[in-house]
């Protein structure tokens, strides 16, 4: 075993222990935690920021593109938001402990389900520094401990961070080994990290396609995961179309960097020679560059054609395939063979209309009448998100304090025997 495996190990050991203790963490322990941080962002943002200013130069020095450099930036506002996050979800309800419904057998015994911490959750991220915090935040409101590996090109920022959160738990008297940030940008140590099963219950990766089918492929403990976000509107035949460019707009250009970002813009016939050059015209101003089909460029003659690898990209860039369907049948189709099964969104007046979107479409978010952008835990209530997980097990879109819980089943009897 090398010094690298025996540190990751270590690591390891360290946050079990320290989940056990965190199971039995009271409800007011973890809020005055997350309380802790919030003040510390909030006194610490010069420093943060200066933090944050050796990656982003380190970051254009190696000519990251201009999305990984939008993920990879601390703002003043981005801090402010942070500190927000982390106070919004320490005065969330404890869902360690809540109890389902409970049933009464025949003989007198009283069954529910609790919810209980997963345990260690290993959380492998790129680019993004806020992940460290929301990470942190959900892991220790959820009871769970946490080992943390973000990307190479935001250590300084996430070891800042570290150290808050770290003086936050201890603040609380919980222990600092709860959230542990892995120290090193070895690419060796997530796969050592991946395979600890005796420590780590489970791993949520967050990042591109590369590092999620490594993992598939290393990986030995379970993952909460989605691969891309290949994001759709459906214009309808019967939407409203001052709402529906609006939408649309927002749905791409609110930032282009972000999973729920609109990469295929459907649009049905009977509109499309309407409302077409209208967004042209908005995105264009934006800067967006238009990819269609046959069919979009009679409308659109400057947008450059499609092919079929468009319909299947993740862009994260001012991009945009756009395509004209004959009907609800053909787009909800569209979304079935190119989709990743992230985030989909109808803008229609049409009831039925939206009522069969929401039921045929297998995503892990369907929308009416709202754009992608939404696909947010903070936007959902949630206080903040671990990751928006496309699995059909366990968890599945934004995962907030819930999903990072599992349950068990707990019975009450007197004496009851079984003959």
């Not at 690419?187 to 600890?196: I, P, Q």
């Not at 879109?397 to 009851?416: D, M, Y």
């Amino acid at each position: 075993m090398n010094s690298l495996e025996q540190s990751i190990l270590a690591i390891g050991q360290q946050a079990r222990a320290a989940g056990r203790l965190m199971m039995k963490a009271s409800d007011q322990q973890k809020a005055d935690a997350l309380l802790a941080m919030a003040d510390a962002l909030d006194t610490s943002r010069p420093e943060l920021i200066q933090a944050n200013a050796k990656d982003l130069h380190r970051a254009r020095e190696r000519n990251l593109d201009a999305p990984l450099l939008d993920r990879l930036t601390l703002s003043e506002k981005t801090l402010i938001g942070m500190a927000q996050s982390l106070r919004q979800i320490a005065a969330m309800p404890d869902p360690v402990g809540s109890l389902g419904p409970t049933q009464v057998r025949p003989n007198g015994m009283r069954i529910a389900q609790m919810r209980v911490p997963l345990g260690v959750v290993g959380i492998i991220y790129e680019s993004r520094p806020n992940v460290t915090i929301d990470a942190a935040a959900l892991c220790v409101k959820s009871g769970n401990a946490t080992i943390l590996r973000g990307g190479s090109e935001a250590i300084n920022s996430n070891m800042a961070l570290a150290e808050i959160i770290s003086a936050g738990l201890r603040n609380a008297g919980l222990p600092g080994q709860a959230v542990q940030l892995i120290p090193t940008t070895d690419r060796d140590a997530v796969g050592y990290l991946v395979t600890m099963t005796e420590y780590v219950d489970v791993i949520v990766p967050r990042g591109g396609k590369s590092l999620i089918t490594r993992l598939s492929e290393q990986a030995r403990v379970p993952m909460i995961k989605h691969l891309d976000g290949n994001c759709h509107v459906y214009i309808d035949s019967a939407a409203d179309l001052d709402k529906a460019h609006d939408i649309a707009l927002n749905a791409k250009t609110y930032r282009y960097g972000i999973c729920g970002a609109m990469e295929t813009l459907l649009v049905h016939r009977t509109v499309a020679s309407t409302i077409l050059p209208k967004l042209a015209d908005s995105f264009t101003m934006k800067g967006v560059e238009l990819r269609g089909c046959p069919e979009t460029l009679v409308i659109l003659p400057d947008a450059t054609p499609a092919s079929d690898s468009d319909w299947a990209e993740e862009y994260l860039a001012p991009i945009l395939a756009i395509r004209i369907v004959d009907s609800i049948d053909q787009a909800i189709e569209h979304i079935a063979r190119w989709g990743s099964g992230h985030t989909d969104s109808i803008v229609t007046q049409d009831v039925d209309a939206a009522s069969r979107f929401e039921r045929e479409v297998d995503s892990s978010s369907v929308y009416v009448n709202l754009p992608t952008c939404f696909a947010d835990g903070f936007e959902y209530g949630l206080g903040a998100e671990i990751g928006i997980s496309t699995n059909r097990l366990h968890a599945r879109g934004p995962v907030g304090l819930e999903g990072l819980t599992t349950q068990k089943w707990v019975l009450r009897g007197n004496a009851q025997l079984r003959g």
